[in-house]
């Protein structure tokens, strides 16, 4: 079987295929060192934990520890083939500085202690806070990396034990827009495409999305269509120079903060060339007349002065998408974090609408995920939604609740909004919240304004518990921590970006006294003694598969049915996007296929809100607009973002991810491969600003806005003029002393790109803008003989001077299982 250096080839090798034949087989595997397939002692069935496309993966055991990974060729949704962080990053389970004992804070330090003092703690807090303020002093700040089972208890204990509104997950700084926009055009989360319409498109578009980074299988599949027979046309619209942007027919690089008005001038060209279905417009939608209204303001010549694009390449993409006979697109980061999110990323949902494509081979909608379980962080309840995409406006959904969880409907807080991260934050600033709970997630790296963050978490008066893998920058602050079982050591489902749902089964043990977050959650719900409205325990389940158990209880009839899904016909085969139930027994591939929706009154998740106050619409009003649950389409108007260049910033910052990394590190960055491949940030500059700013490969700069500065080296890339780029994936745990900020909270060389953003969130989905900044850059340091930690192999890719290719110690095992067609 071929090897291949997978960290200088992320994608690996090519099987074209042409549209509507089935993506080739490929199998890849990888074992540690001294170990063939062979010594393998058996493998365990799971999926990917390092991003959202949810490659199905098995676990290679040996002597009760995980010594690989192989891709499952039976599934959907990648056919055997493994993201370079999955080949890699299996080896962070094993790291030594695992946490495995709880930690409690004693004289100002962390000191190991016992679960129950530690829980006992936990506990007393609790009860102390509800008996003095109510439940409105405790906040539930969680990941988009557990499993369904987890989240559901999670929103159990927290909505109907706690009885609090003060719930959210770190999807809200990655995907809260993927689900606020699938809301306002179709009133309901839920995703309406699939990962095989890429075999079937003539068209394939990506907004924001750097596919080959953030979903490289996915990206894998693109590659193989686009070197098979009938390759479709690719439309990128991205700031940087990205492999997907190298890809294109057709490259769109707007100015930061101005993806509104590109997508109404894309919208006007369609719309004036008469590339609508009108029947599919008529017999299916709502609100088409104030999108032809809204997006006359927006010919090319406007939008290329607004957005500083050609107007001739705009007119191209126009007629491209405009033209295709099916269409895919795909949405992810670069419009969900940047000025006007759910604006820009409903304009998308729009194009689709219009052009009558959905439901069908390749005409689908994929507005992505950034994490393995983002989708049932949503789901579930653990963003603060009502889970199974029940209505918090909705008092018949409140009591349908109610009775699953058999409680009384006022004990289900549905009298405001859910809160979302950023609003919570300012209320332990404001010491109304004094308890929060955080579960596998850093925000001292991961929020914006990190200053601030460390600040605001630092309070005395706050009693901060982190429950996580390993003592992360925000674990250091908690005043209890607790140590968790992760991927491979514990059992679970979970649902990926196109709503397939895998089965994770225990591999391993975890070390020492770490435990799976549902039994961290079940003892609490124990030793809380918390009761339904007849007294018996609010939480009847005991171990995964009875939490998954009433977890399909509560998706009965909903939109994200799992009623006909078991652990049993979840095993050995692939994965099942939902809805599976009577009607759809093994899986629904797409959703609207008939034109219906999940947007009737009474049905829908969400009324929907103002795309510029981000006001909820009134129940009335929205029967009044949409009585027979038709999807929504949703004009919006550019507005120029806050904080834009000026003499001091004159350039814009933007942050992202690199396909070697994910999120802070915590466990890519304890991969040695991985490590090596990425191992510091490097800030990207264009060639017009390297020149303008005398900067060169490998000089250290610092980078600051009016928040705070950081230095990295410079790589010199094919990024638009006038930006900045920084990946926001590194912290301060692997800096010998590096998480100690000065007096004032600020690190005195910064490294964490969060230390630069701006406190500042979207109306509609409250995700955070990462992405439109004022920045400035300064020479520190000459280069003197060195390069940047940045990748050969990406976006950070140079176009000057000589810098060493990026390549990886060790290959890894393809095996093409089909002929390439």
Known sequence: ?????RIAEPWGTRTPYAAGTPWPRRVDMHL????????????VQTASI???????????????????????????????????????????????????????????????????????????????????????????????????????????VAHGGIGTNHVDGNTRLCTATAAAALKESFACDGQPGSFADIDHADVIALFGNNMAETQSVTWMRVLDRLAGDDPPAVVCVDPRLTPVAKAATVHLAPRLGTNVALMNGLLHEILANGWVDRDYVDAHTVGFAELEKAVREYPPDVVARICDVPADRLREAARVLGTAQRLTSTVLQGFYQAHQATAAAVQVNNLHLVRGMLGRPGCGILQMNGQPSAQNTRECGADGDLPAFRNWSNDAHVADLARVWNVDPMDIPHYSPPTHV????????EGSIRMLWVTGTNPAVSLPELRRVRSVLSQERLFLVVQDLFLTETAQLADVVLPAATWGEKTGTFTNADRTVHLSEKAVDPPGEARA?????????HRMDLRGKDGTPLVTWHDPESAFEAWKECTRGRPCDYTGLTYDKLRGGSGIPWPVDDEHPDGTERLYADGRFF?????????????????????????????????????????????????????????????????????????????????DVWVEVSEHDADAFGLAEGDLAEVSTPRGSVRARVRVSGIRPGVVFLPFH??????????????????PHGRAANELTITEWDPASKQPIFKTAAAA??????????????????????????????????????HVLEEAR
């Open 1 to 5: 079987m071929p090897e291949v250096d």
């Open 32 to 43: 540690a060192e001294g170990v063939a397939s062979e010594d393998v002692d058996r493998w």
């Open 50 to 156: 390092l991003h959202s496309n949810g490659d199905a993966l098995d676990i290679a055991v040996k002597d009760g520890r995980i010594v690989g990974v192989r891709g499952r060729e039976v599934d959907r949704v990648n056919r055997g083939r493994v993201d370079v962080k999955d080949l890699f990053g299996w080896q962070a389970n094993g790291s030594r500085d695992r946490l495995t004992r709880p930690l409690v804070r004693v004289d100002g330090e962390l000191v190991e202690t016992d679960w129950d003092t530690a829980m006992d703690r936990v506990v007393a807090r609790t009860k102390e806070l509800l008996d003095e303020q109510g439940a409105s002093a405790v906040g539930f700040y969680t990941t988009g990396q557990l499993f369904a089972e987890e989240y559901y208890t999670l929103g159990v």
């Open 422 to 429: 950023m609003q919570m934050l300012r209320y332990v600033e």
């Open 517 to 525: 977050d549902l039994d961290i959650l079940l003892d609490f719900a």
């Open 599 to 679: 947007a009737h009154p009474d049905v829908c998740e969400d009324y929907g809100r103002d795309l510029v106050t981000g006001a909820p619409v009134e129940p009335t009003e929205y029967r009044a607009l949409n009585p027979s649950g038709r999807a929504i389409i949703k004009a919006a108007r550019y507005l120029p973002p806050h904080e834009v260049p000026s003499e001091d910033y004159p350039l814009q910052l933007t942050t992202g991810r690199t396909v070697y990394q994910f999120h802070t590190r915590t466990k890519t960055g304890r991969a040695p491969e991985l490590a090596a491949a990425a191992p």
């Open 730 to 747: 590194y912290g301060y745990w692997d800096e010998p002393g590096g998480h100690e900020p000065d007096a004032h909270g600020a690190h």
């Open 777 to 814: 850059i300064r020479r520190v340091e000459q280069a003197d003989g060195q390069t940047s930690a940045a990748p050969t192999t990406t976006a950070s890719a140079p176009v000057r001077g000589t810098v060493p290719p990026t390549r990886g110690p060790r290959t890894v095992v393809e």
